[in-house]
């Protein structure tokens, strides 16, 4: 079954001021160069997820028309990719039903922290309905879409990413054991996080990005995760390997 991949943001916050900025990249007119916080919807025929869902989540499905949402799957705790989950209210209110959260047990406890209003035996009228379900490094099925979680270390973090078919998606790594990276194998379509050309203490570089996709060897590659230190898209599309692109908001892929 044809897996429709869209790229709801593929951003950061990761040193980008937050007033104004006059820098090109901030200031640059040209659409892909304007970047949501990172987050990928992944469907097929009957099935529609959502791999992280950051602050901007709800502008995020406002822009991509989405009426209906399976579940929701969580890379990691950090606020800009999971600071969205109230908004998941729209779809409880349309399906008559909880949203599927899917989460690490140390992740999940992050969420009942923020989201303490969520799982009150007391809650107010309208809160959002989130069914937790506890995942590990063993694969797990989301109605008939199969995910083999892979983990990656962010810093001291251990993060998840995932591979659904041959489809592998990455974000918030610095570093992939040995034993992980056999999981990303053979993917048609990787996707992984470069968030400058500088060295970061928990995030991939530019060019660390593109040895570790030389060594996977995808038949294609999509960098995500972007800060706005790593340049203006087109400038550097065009040192990228013919096989490697930066991804920007809203780009569709079909596999």
């Known amino acids: 079954m044809s897996l429709k991949i869209t ?11 937050v007033i104004a900025c ?9 659409a892909f160069d304007k970047r949501l916080r990172t987050a990928v919807m992944v469907e097929n025929d009957n099935t529609r997820i959502v791999i992280d869902c950051g602050p901007d989540f709800r502008q995020q499905m406002l822009r991509e028309k989405v009426t209906h949402l399976d579940a929701v799957v969580l890379t990691h705790e950090h606020k800009d990719h999971i600071a969205g989950l109230d908004d998941v209210r729209a779809f409880n209110y349309f399906q008559h039903t909880h949203m599927e959260v899917y989460a690490t047990h140390r992740v999940q406890q992050a969420v009942k922290r923020e989201y303490a209003y969520v799982f009150s035996n007391e809650k107010y009228p309208g809160t959002p309905l989130i069914h937790l379900n ?3 490094l063993e694969s797990f099925s989301i109605k008939d879409l199969r995910l083999i979680p892979i983990e990656v270390i962010h810093y001291k973090l251990p993060v998840l990413g995932f591979r659904i078919g041959d489809f592998s998606y990455i974000t918030d790594a610095k570093t992939i054991s040995s034993s992980e990276k056999k999981k990303l194998m053979g993917s048609k379509i990787l996707v992984l996080n470069a968030l400058r050309q500088e060295s970061h203490i928990s995030h991939l570089t530019l060019s660390e990005a593109l040895e570790l996709i030389e060594e996977l060897q995808p038949q294609k590659a999509y960098l ?4 706005h230190q790593l340049g203006l898209h087109q400038e550097v599309s065009d040192f990228l390997p013919q096989n490697v692109f930066l991804a920007y908001d809203g780009l569709q ?3």
């Not at 790229?7 to 001021?17: A, D, I, M, N, R």
């Not at 995500?224 to 800060?227: E, L, V």
């Open 22 to 30: 006059s820098c090109k990249v901030c200031s640059s007119a040209h």
């Open 253 to 255: 892929l079909k596999l």
């Open 224 to 227: 995500t995760h972007i800060s």
């Open 7 to 17: 790229f709801l943001g593929t951003g950061t916050s990761q040193g980008v001021p």
């Open 134 to 136: 506890e995942i590990a």
